[in-house]
């Protein structure tokens, strides 16, 4: 007789909506599917990247500690054989479908791990987020028995449904990842997200600008050409790949090096919400700071505030980072004396005498703009 409640279940079912906006209510979801199918708690799982911050249900806490606390994620004999069992084509997988009873009854997995917590049968759920192959691994006491035939049809039931959920919440978790570095972009913040890997999920265009033979993407992680730097860098991957989502990020600034050009400073902050989701693993912005650089006003808003032309629109805004005339000149294609001929027209429409009046008049324009950054210039 199945111990499996299905009107229990189809509310259940109805919850994982909300993992996909909120990765947080994954244990929540799990406990309630665990008590719908008769069983104890629950745990998601990576086909073939096991790490310890998965979501699990409370019950299974403990289980989940020594999991991994006595890493027996390395030796798993479920995964080892029930792995290319739901590759085969299957969608849920048993302890009967991959292992004889004698297997079970002198395996260590079992007789040191589960029967000392009080568990001992499971089910595992397939399902895919990408092209990453998923379990949602359902685990039983022995008082409440093996998953039988009739529960694992309505178990295979729920792989698609699963599918669909991580699908939808890695979707989610790109778009608030993309808005959050978009938004950084916008305050001409270079920044680069990162999993919990260190491999690189989004670059927006001011770090993009900011990469080259000294720092720079390979094997798709960040790359710095300084020994030194690269060894925080590798430090800090370390310290994503076996610390809990939930874990604080402990590390200083990086300072990479870049010969003569000028250092870039590295931060790390932690990533929330929905872009924390298991399926992404997007773990933290690392925020980047080119020491020196030289924020070049726009020059359309400059030409729309003073009444410029577009050349002289052009030589004010390097003049307004600071640049010098002979320099700007050169960045412009144009002579100096014409560089001194426009900036002089300038000076007259922008009542300003001399460059520091102007890099200050600028930098006003600038710090007001910042601060109604979506609100444009020039009326309706």
Not at 185 to 204: T, Y
Request: proline share 5%; aromatic share 6%.
């Amino acid at each position: 007789m199945s111990n499996i409640d299905l009107d229990q279940l189809k509310r259940t079912c109805g919850e994982l909506g909300d993992a996909v906006i909120d990765p947080r209510a994954w244990p929540r979801v799990m406990d309630h599917l665990s008590k719908a199918v008769g069983a104890t708690g629950a745990l998601l799982l990576q086909s073939d990247n096991r790490t310890p911050d998965v979501p699990y249900s409370p019950e299974v806490e403990e289980l989940r500690h020594r999991y991994f606390g006595n890493h027996w994620h390395t030796r798993d004999l479920r995964a080892a054989r029930g792995v290319p069992y739901l590759l085969q084509g299957h969608s849920v997988v048993t302890d009967q479908d991959i292992l004889t009873p004698e297997e079970i009854s002198k395996a260590p997995f079992y007789n040191e791990l589960f029967d000392p917590l009080g568990f001992f049968w499971f089910a595992a759920i397939k399902f895919f987020a990408g092209q990453a192959m998923w379990g949602l691994s359902i685990q039983r006491t022995k008082q409440q028995g093996l998953f039988e035939e009739d529960e694992r049809r309505v178990l295979a039931g729920l792989s698609d449904r699963l599918t669909e959920v991580a699908s939808l919440a890695s979707a989610v978790g790109r778009i608030v990842l993309s808005s959050a570095t978009s938004a950084l972009d916008k305050v001409h913040q270079p920044a680069i997200a990162v999993d919990r890997f260190g491999r690189v999920l989004d670059v927006n265009s001011g770090a993009a600008a900011l990469l080259d033979n000294h720092l720079n993407i390979r094997s798709n992680k960040l790359f710095a050409s300084d020994p030194g730097a690269m060894r925080c860098l590798e430090r800090f991957n370390d310290q994503l790949a076996t610390s809990s989502d939930l874990a604080p990020l402990c590390t200083k600034p990086i300072v990479v090096r870049r010969g003569k050009k000028n250092p870039v400073v590295i931060r790390a902050l932690p990533i929330h919400g929905a872009a924390q989701n298991p399926f992404m693993g997007a773990r933290a912005l690392l925020v980047l700071l080119d020491l020196h650089a030289k924020d070049i006003p726009d020059a359309g808003l400059l030409a729309q505030a003073f009444g410029l032309s577009g050349a002289e629109a052009k030589i004010a805004s390097y003049i307004g980072a600071g640049e010098s005339v002979e320099l700007a000149a050169e960045r412009l294609g144009i002579s100096v004396s014409t560089a001194r001929t426009q900036l002089k027209a300038v000076f007259a429409k922008t009542n300003t005498h001399r460059q520091a009046e102007l890099v200050a008049l600028i930098a006003r324009l600038r710090s007001f703009q910042q601060q109604h950054d979506d609100t444009p210039f020039g009326g309706c």
